[in-house]
């Protein structure tokens, strides 16, 4: 069974849709990336799953219609979204991020061990720990978002544009510590990102969005190969 499956999901934020009947299913411990230009449909998409836009047609994740449950039943189901801007407590240390990311869970000494496997993902906020996550640069708050996501413990983590903004060699630094977390964790993503030769480095799996609708899905592999993919998102 798949771990997420969303059969024919439409949304809107009001009058008229934005995304026109999409379905994709996703493995439990999979990962797919969510390709597409500006205004496809892919922070909507993640907007469906965790419940913040209104929705119609079905979204099971583990087997179960969470449609219309609004973003903090998903979250306590086990859905992190790591928005699109990232998301972090700008008044809050580095520190009181991740305990707050940790807010849900009853298991202190496992979260203590999480935070350190979070700091030894991200060395750089072992440095920044008593910062203000308004002081981190851009990256820094990026990695933050990602740990502070993964203190929750999700079962399926929702990486919104993780690149955005960010130096090229940050957003590789990041990406490259996303793609550790999958191999050491095996926990599921979707991944939606413009920079697709990042997204391919963690995916397995690929849908492509224009306009609200799934144009092309397949292997990484696959998409890769084809002309029409290598064009429009990896440089010819
Ligand atoms: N809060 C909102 N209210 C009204 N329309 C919105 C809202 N957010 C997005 N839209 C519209 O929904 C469509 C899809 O937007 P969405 O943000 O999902 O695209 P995207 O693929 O994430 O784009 P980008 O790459 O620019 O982040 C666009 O036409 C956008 O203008
Ligand atoms: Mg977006």
């Known amino acids: 069974m798949s771990l997420l499956e969303l059969q024919d999901v439409t949304a809107s934020y009001g009058q008229g849709s934005v995304l026109h009947g999409i379905s994709l ?6 990962a797919t990336g969510i390709l597409g230009a500006n205004g496809a449909g892919k922070t909507t998409t993640l907007r469906a799953i965790s419940g913040t836009v209104r929705t119609t047609g079905r979204i099971l994740f583990d087997g179960r ?12 189901l086990g859905i992190a979204h790591v928005p699109e801007g990232r998301g972090t407590l700008p008044q809050l240390s580095v520190r009181e991020n991740l305990l707050v ?3 849900q869970r009853r298991d202190r000494k496992q979260i203590a061990t999480d935070v350190d496997y979070c700091l ?28 502070r996501a993964f203190m929750a413990k999700p079962r399926l983590m929702l990486l919104d544009e993780a690149s955005l ?10 990406y490259e510590a996303v793609r550790r977390l999958r191999r050491e964790t095996g926990l599921s993503m979707l991944v939606v990102e413009q920079n697709a030769v990042l997204a391919f480095s963690v995916v397995e799996h690929v849908t ?4 609200g609708r799934v144009t092309v899905e397949g292997r990484t592999d696959e998409l890769m190969g084809m002309d029409s993919v290598r064009r429009a998102y990896l440089g010819g």
């Open 165 to 174: 903004g960010l130096a090229p060699s940050t957003a590789r630094h990041v």
């Open 120 to 147: 030894d993902l991200f060395p750089q906020l072992q440095q920044r720990i008593a910062s203000h996550a308004a002081a981190l640069s851009g990256g820094e708050q990026q990695m933050l978002a990602v740990a």
């Open 208 to 211: 492509v969005l224009e306009t």
């Open 65 to 76: 219609d969470i449609s219309g449950l609004g973003p903090d039943r998903t979250a306590r």
């Open 101 to 103: 990311g940790a807010y």
């Open 25 to 30: 299913s996703l493995a439990e411990h999979g």
